[in-house]
Structures are given as C-alpha cells and as structure tokens.
C-alpha cells in the first residue's frame, strides 16, 4: 500500500459520519483557500511585487505542490489546478476592493468552527491534533473523492 493511502486511510477513520464527511467537504477546501489568502496578505519586499506575478503564496504553494507530488504523481496535479483557483480567488477579491487577509481570516473562522462541529458530531479528535501531517492530507483526502467520480486513480 502506498504512502498515500496509508494517510488517507488514517484520516478516514475520524471521518465517518455523513454529516462530518459533509462538514469537511466544504471546510477543508475553505480552510485551504483561506490559508492561501493569508500568505497572499504578506507583503513581498521587492519593488516589482505585483500580487498577481508573485507573492508568498505562490512560495508557500511550490512547496506543498512538491509535498503532495512526493505522495502522488497524479494528485498533485489536481491540487496544482485547486492551488490555482485559490491564487485566482485571493486575485478577485483584492480586484473588488476587499482585504484579502480579512475576507480570508472570516472564512478561517467559519470553516474551523465547522469542522470542530462536525467532530463534535462524529465523536472523535481531528486527525491533525496526533499529526500536523494530516493538515495537508485533509485535501488530499477530499480531492481523492474527486479523482474517484472522475474514474483517476491515485
């Protein structure tokens, strides 16, 4: 069995409700964004730091990119592609004139208020609380549901 799956049986087992499995599908995905949204929000030092060109989010995505190629060589191309849509949402919204460490930091709020809710439902700890690991295997988890509708193995 793979590394990968290994993590991603692990972190099923804390996972087993419906309305946990719910919770998270649309919280972790959040979670990730609004993340992304906060390294976006660091000021980059250099004089040609347009936000849309670079900022430490891409910095922050290269890595994490690289930790879940390390793990799959076809799932990371579809948190690359989520990576993306992430930089294109912190890009729409500082566009619309909002604060993107704000906007982001309300739905941080939001989505782990959902996600402790949904362990509280299902009865057992985030899997994150025994390995901080399994912070970035949570959407793993979530996009490995996607590449199974999608008939893509892992």
């Excluded at 290994?6 to 959040?30: G, M």
């Excluded at 290269?62 to 989520?82: A, D, E, K, N």
């Excluded at 996600?115 to 949570?138: A, T």
Aim: glycine fraction near 6%.
């Amino acid at each position: 069995m793979s590394k990968l799956q290994t993590l991603l049986d692990e972190y099923a087992v804390s996972h087993q409700n419906a309305t946990n499995k719910s919770i998270h599908f649309i919280c972790v995905p959040l979670i990730f964004f609004s993340i992304v949204g906060f390294f976006y929000s660091i000021p980059v030092p250099f004089q040609f730091s347009d936000p849309a060109y670079f900022n430490f989010a891409l910095l922050m995505l290269v890595l994490v990119t690289v930790y879940y190629f390390m793990l799959s060589r076809t799932l990371w191309i579809g948190m690359l592609l989520f990576s993306v849509i992430c930089i294109m949402g912190c890009n729409a919204i500082k566009t619309a004139g909002l604060p993107v460490f704000l906007v982001c930091l309300g739905i941080f709020v939001l989505a782990w208020i959902g996600q402790f809710y949904g362990h509280h439902v299902e009865g057992k700890k985030p899997s994150f609380f025994k390995d901080l690991q399994f912070l970035l295997i949570g959407p793993a988890w979530i996009m490995s549901f996607v590449y199974k509708k999608l008939g893509i193995a892992l």
